[in-house]
């Protein structure tokens, strides 16, 4: 398999960010969601307000990924204390199946151990089967089923997953 490349994003990369997630994110979830859900969902989640000061922290990453000199999707981390929060992973729907989202939690998993953090964490919607299916493949388990409000009044249904890490000893 020809080797991912990663690039960290800043706000100057806002518009790359946008055209990935019509052509990725938009296409995943037109399934589990109504119309005007998926507009104020996108809306709430993909805007400059919001992403400029998510990127203004700086637990938080979001990185471009690459194969060759084309941009294929895209990853969001946070990194806490004890744990890395996967807010976002992505690939173009055309490349999905063929182990590139494999590599990219490989390097969601390198970013944890080098961060010397003991879990991953995520949430995922409830009725995205192949998302769980995906999770739970790479050894991620559901700890909970949690609802919280979202834009426009929706109603968010997911679970979260937890992968505990091997906790590296600080002398190593």
């Known amino acids: ?19 990935l997630a ?18 104020a969902l996108y809306s709430g989640m993909y805007n400059d307000e ?13 990185y471009f990924i690459y194969l060759g000199e084309k941009a294929i999707g895209y990853t969001a981390i946070e990194k806490h204390s ?14 999905q199946g063929k182990g590139y989202g494999g590599e990219v939690m490989k390097k969601i ?27 739970r493949n790479r050894d991620f388990d559901i700890s909970k089923s949690i609802d919280f409000p979202g834009p426009d009044g929706f109603l968010y249904e997911d679970y979260l997953m937890k992968k505990s ?8």
Not at 1 to 19: E, I, S
């Open 82 to 95: 004890e744990l890395l929060k996967l807010d976002k992973i992505y690939i173009h729907p055309s490349l």
């Open 22 to 39: 019509e052509e990725i994110w938009i296409p995943a979830f037109s399934p589990l969601f109504t119309a005007s859900q998926l507009r």
């Open 109 to 135: 998993e390198e970013i944890a151990a080098n961060a010397r953090l003991s879990a991953i964490e995520l949430r995922v919607n409830r009725g995205n089967d192949s998302a769980i299916a995906f999770y």
């Open 165 to 172: 890490l091997r906790k590296l000893d600080k002398s190593e």
């Open 50 to 62: 919001l992403l400029t000061s998510w990127l203004s922290k700086e637990e938080n990453e979001l």
């Open 1 to 19: 398999m020809v080797g991912l490349r990663f690039r960290k994003a800043t706000t100057t990369d806002l518009p790359l960010l946008y055209q």
